[in-house]
């Protein structure tokens, strides 16, 4: 038998074993929501970096094997760390105290937390002797390669894997990044309002299809706007859309008359807060 045969045999055995023949590039501990949009994203690079899931959702870490063959599922969450350069941990919030707890690291691995509320202080604590970490907040665009992930500290490989899936907003300022997380928290309150104006369509006798659809393209064209001129200010670019004396200037007048505009920022003062608060 060649070499190049014997070693690859040798490579599968330990595989189905559960023992990874030689690092993956990445490891993600904690294999939902993010975790998924992650490895979709990163797969699409060429060559495709080699990944390894912990088990946990067994249909999403089956599902991601099924679909990449970068990818391949560890027997447990210290599998997973032993078998990566780069460790992304993954899991809820409440979760991540007591798996960090169980798992040890090595010197020259590198971390990286997406769990929101767990501190740089808290997370080198847990990882020692690992010292290489660093926190960043990506949105499930990540998927397909598109977003603005906030990163702290800006540490050299956790920019660069975030850089394969999309651009990257380096901090140096744990406050800074703080903000961001509480700023990533106003998507589901847009998402809200959207089908406020959808549900008002609808009761207002038009076709549940059509208030969704006419909603979603109202929202696609404004995502145009701000793709097309990124550098506009986005108060300008509102006004751009509220002619005077016009409908939209209307309903912007009334709506921030009514304080809706500053209780968005003090629901975000409160996330800050709260965010601040977990470490
Ligand atoms: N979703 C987002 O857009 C987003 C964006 C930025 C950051 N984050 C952060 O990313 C983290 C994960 O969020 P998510 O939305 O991906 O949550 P999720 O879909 O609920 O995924 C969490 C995963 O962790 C698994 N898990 C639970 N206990 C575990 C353990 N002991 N060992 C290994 N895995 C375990 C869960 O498995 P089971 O289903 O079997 O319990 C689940 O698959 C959170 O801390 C969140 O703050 C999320």
């Known amino acids: 038998m060649a070499a190049e045969e014997r070693s690859l045999s040798l490579s599968k055995g330990l595989d189905e074993v559960g023992v990874p023949s030689r690092r993956a590039a990445y490891g993600f501990v904690g294999t939902g929501a993010i975790t998924r949009a992650m490895v979709e994203g990163l797969s699409a690079a060429d060559p495709a970096p080699e990944i390894v899931v912990s088990p946990r959702s067994a249909a999403v870490s089956a599902g991601l ?3 990449f063959g970068n990818v391949r599922v560890a027997a447990d969450n210290q599998a997973v760390v032993d078998g990566a350069a780069c460790v992304v941990l993954a ?3 409440d979760d991540a105290r007591t798996v ?15 769990v929101a509320g767990l501190s ?3 997370l080198t604590g847990a990882v020692a002797p690992a010292h290489e970490v660093a926190r960043a907040i990506p949105l499930p665009s990540v998927a397909a390669r598109q977003g603005l992930v906030p990163v702290f500290p800006p540490q050299p490989a956790a920019l660069a894997m975030f850089r394969e899936l999309g651009a990257v907003v380096a901090l140096d300022d744990e406050t800074a990044f703080d903000s961001f997380s509480a700023a990533s928290a106003f998507a589901a309150t847009q998402l809200d309002l959207l089908a406020t104006v959808e549900a008002w369509l609808v009761g207002r006798g038009v076709p549940a299809p059509d208030a969704s659809a006419y909603v979603r393209e109202l929202i696609r064209g404004l995502s145009d706007a701000l793709a097309e001129e990124p550098d506009r200010e986005l108060a300008l670019l509102a006004s751009d859309h ?12 009334y709506v921030r008359a009514h304080g809706v505009h500053e209780l968005v920022a003090t629901a975000l003062d409160d996330v800050a807060r709260r965010v601040a608060a977990a470490h």
Do not use: M, W
């Open 91 to 93: 899991t809820r919030p």
């Open 100 to 114: 960090l707890a169980d798992l040890t690291f090595g010197e020259d691995q590198v971390v990286v937390s997406v």
């Open 65 to 67: 094997t099924a679909r």
């Open 242 to 253: 509220a002619t005077p004396g016009g409908l939209n200037e209307q309903v912007r007048t």
């Open 120 to 122: 740089v202080a808290e």
